[in-house]
């Protein structure tokens, strides 16, 4: 038991990275349009992002401190000014669309417009991170954001062509809708299963649970269960969307018909449970993003920070944090959909992933923070060769959302 609790705050993460709005979204209309054809990018991201968590949590357990507080002290202010920039950037956009995820959840279990229900969820996430102990609400939000797993259990209710599945996933094919558009998908699932913020949160919420060297089993136990298991709920997206709506050649851009398949094999039951889920999982990632942002300002400016310590103490965190969430809020506004917007922020997120990636590979192996506790040949390995593929989803993402059209 102890080691599944360790685990929610890998789980809280990985919800936060792989099924957050845009991938509710995205994981089932890649499933409608290209089959299982993208299954290998999740468990690409799956592998990729556990190697460089790993990497982080070690960093924290070791050092006692976050990974982009040693980035400014190991590459400088001005390189990690670059990188403050473009994290804080990407993580508010993206915070703008989980809290626009929670109005959705809401709206689908309420039918009263969403843009109503956007202050409404824009308070409740400020109020959970100013008075929610760190523990509880990975635990609250990370374990019931698991509810999403009636998808996988749809599957086996469903007549489910487990063969053709399989055969699906081991030779994609554009479906008459270009390669182009393959490939525009493919970097935007990827750019979901390893977005920056991922790594920066996990990280210092080891500093915020007080992870010491004795921890790093518990810290691997969380980047080991809780990662896999959030690629395995995408992953059940893409294949229900397979299952229901491929063979018809549909299409989809709302929750209602991201639910469609959980509706059809449970009916009201199965809609009120997806329907929770929704909710638990974009919340978590509004949380995670909003933490995100303020730890990123917080750490770079040497500000105290955490939810380890009194709001009074750590005062221009909280403030980044609500005024994080206000700029959220002032984004939905506009009225812009929040679906369209996680699009166009998990393209931005793929061409900043370098200068995340990067730096966190290089404080792995500073002996000067981690002592005997760098990275191994095989980390290195994993490491490079993801770092290598980052690079090539970061050149190709522009260029590929241009000549597509964003996919379409």
Known sequence: MRKLLAATLGVLSAIGGFVDIGDLVAASQAGARFGMGHAWVLVLGVVGICAYADMAGRIAAVSGRAVFDLVRERLGPRVALLNLVASYLVTVLTLAAELGGVALALQLASRVSYLLWVPVAAFAVWLVLWRMRFQLMERVFGLTGLALVIFAVALFWLPTDWPELARGALHPQAYGQGWG???????????????????????????????TAADLADARTSVLVGFPVGGFLALSLVATATVVLHPHGASLSSLDEVALPVVLAFGGVGLAIAALAFFAVTFGAALETGLSAAYAAAQYFGWQWG???????????????????????????????????TEYMLIVSAVALPLTYLPI??????????????????????GAVFLVVIVAASVAAIPLAVSTGMGR
């Open 181 to 211: 558009a393959y490939w525009f998908v493919a970097v935007a699932l990827f750019a979901s299963t390893v977005s920056p913020y991922e790594v920066f949160f996990f990280s210092s919420g080891g500093v915020e649970e007080n992870w």
């Open 307 to 341: 939810k380890r310590v009194s709001p009074r103490e750590a005062a221009r965190f909280h403030s980044v944090l609500l005024v994080s969430v206000l700029l959220g809020v002032l984004v939905l506004a506009t009225t812009v959909d929040p679906v369209r917007l």
């Open 361 to 382: 590979l290089i404080v792995a192996n500073d002996r000067t923070y981690l002592g005997d506790r760098v990275n191994g040949r095989m980390s290195n390995l994993l």
